[in-house]
């Protein structure tokens, strides 16, 4: 039963505009959410994170939304670019530096130039 | 993947043998971690070790086993390899909570 969820597979979106990327998680133990991205043929890495005492974090044209009441947090990204095309994981983690991360199954996000 | 280098990058094995590889990294880190990508399951945590001599067991342990004599390598084997572990695998280093993980390049491993 996964505990962190990506619904959607694959997203594609035009170059100038808005990448959302959604993520659902079911325990409300976990304390500390992550963004990282996957090219082909490389390691993830990390992008962007959240605490759970914040809503909202930015960094440049990537921003990341939580909603705990209702488990979902959210990516965006502005302006999309052709070189953000790539796989997005959204992850979660508990309080503790004991705590795995659990990480979902991941989007595939395409920027058409 | 600076810091961090996992070997062999590739590797083709028959099934029921035994399979290393070894994930080295030069931070320090105490925290290092080994997963599985797959299609539709993302990355599946299989074992991780929280200092030298100390592991413990991730989501998907069962045919494999790790071991970390040195705070610098940390190695995993599939003890009688199957196709059902033919995979992506993933070395993962973290300096505690709330730093992001740092990943290495991956292995491609194929059981035939």
């Known amino acids: 039963d996964q505990q962190v969820k990506q619904n959607s597979p694959s997203l594609s979106v035009q170059e100038g505009r808005i990448s959302i990327l959604n993520c659902d998680y079911t325990n409300s133990m976990f304390d500390y959410f992550l963004w990282y991205k996957k090219y082909p043929a490389e390691g993830p890495t990390f992008l962007i994170s959240i605490s759970s005492i914040k809503d909202k974090n930015e960094d440049g044209r990537f921003t990341v939304f939580l909603n705990k009441s209702a488990k979902h947090l959210s990516l965006h990204i502005v302006p999309s670019q052709p070189g953000d095309s790539a796989v997005y994981f959204c992850?979660?983690?508990?309080?503790?530096?004991?705590?795995?991360?659990?990480f979902g199954p991941g989007t595939s996000l395409s920027v058409i130039p | 993947d600076a810091g961090i280098t996992q070997s062999p990058r590739h590797k083709v094995t028959e099934t029921g043998t035994p399979v290393t590889l070894r994930c080295h990294q030069t931070?320090?880190?105490?925290?290092m971690y080994w997963y599985r990508q797959d299609p539709g399951h993302g990355l599946r945590l299989i074992h991780y070790s929280y200092g030298v001599k100390d592991t413990d067991k991730g989501e998907v342990s069962d045919g494999y086993s790790v071991s970390r004599s040195k705070t610098e390598d940390f190695l995993l084997t599939l003890e009688s390899a199957t196709s059902s572990q033919t995979s992506v695998y993933f070395c993962?280093?973290?300096?505690?909570?709330?730093?992001?993980?740092?990943f290495g390049s991956g292995t491609r491993l194929t059981v035939v």
């Open positions: 931070e320090n880190h105490r925290y």
């Open positions: 992850a979660a983690s508990g309080k503790t530096s004991y705590d795995k991360v659990i």
């Open positions: 993962a280093i973290s300096g505690g909570q709330g730093y992001g993980y740092t």
